[in-house]
């Protein structure tokens, strides 16, 4: 018997990988993660599996069903939104699988930064303009941040910049930014990233709070800043450059 922590992507039932697809529709028990799953997903489910939503579970209760699932030696698809290495609670899960000796594997998916920024049609890398991409997010009602991971510290870098969590305080957030983006600084917010109800904003640290609020985004996105959202005049990549040596 196996646990199998599966990265269910960013909303679009087909962004998952093939594994995961064959571990879903395999797995006699599923735990999803409620609205941040796809229904198509629990649809490919074997007939009679166990289905359960753990959005009103907390970490007790959650692990008691893999435990559970465990002592009547059932495989479990325990899917998470996204990629299961950023922001998934799947931490303090596998550290009490490894308590009580259940097994388990963990299946890597599409993360909503990666479909946020394939709806922009934007690359997060351009050569001369950002090499750099920080993940983070900011705190209110989440766990408070580590010290020393203050949000003003990496815009200081002028690093591309993936902010989740924090859409909801992007009005206070944009001028913080904006000191070292500067007030024209390109941001680009994508709510329910490859969903079909997808929301694109685009805009600058100065108007990019009006937007979120007439659009009503108060969850379920991320925020990109920085200049490689507006870059046009850029070097080539030296990969594909004709003066590279390929001998």
Do not use: N
């Amino acid at each position: 018997m196996t646990v199998y922590f599966i990265g269910a992507g960013p909303g679009a039932a087909d962004l998952v990988t093939l594994r995961a697809a064959r571990l879903i529709a395999s797995a006699p028990v599923c735990l999803y993660a409620g609205a941040l799953v796809p229904r198509e997903l629990l649809d490919t489910a074997p007939a009679g599996a166990r289905l359960v939503d753990t959005a009103d579970l907390d970490l007790d209760r959650i692990t008691a069903e893999l435990v559970a699932a465990h002592e009547a030696g059932l495989d479990v698809a325990r899917l998470h939104s996204g990629d299961p290495s950023i922001y998934s609670a799947v931490a303090e899960q596998m550290r009490r699988l490894d308590a009580a000796g259940v097994p388990y594997e963990v299946v890597p998916g599409v993360p909503a930064f990666a479909a946020a920024a394939a709806s922009l049609k934007r690359e997060l890398t351009v050569p001369g303009v950002g090499q750099t991409v920080v993940l983070t997010r900011t705190s209110a009602r989440s766990t408070p941040m580590p010290p020393g991971e203050e949000l003003a510290a990496y815009a200081a870098t002028g690093a591309t910049l993936v902010l989740h969590l924090a859409v909801q305080r992007i009005a206070e957030l944009a001028p913080e930014l904006a000191e070292h983006y500067g007030d024209d600084g390109p941001v680009a917010v994508v709510a329910r990233a490859s969903r079909d109800d997808e929301l694109v904003l685009r805009g600058t640290l100065a108007d990019i709070a009006g937007q979120v609020e007439a659009a009503g985004v108060r969850r379920t996105a991320v925020v990109v800043v920085g200049p490689v959202l507006a870059a046009a005049e850029f070097p080539d990549s030296h990969l594909y450059s004709t003066a590279r040596c390929r001998g």
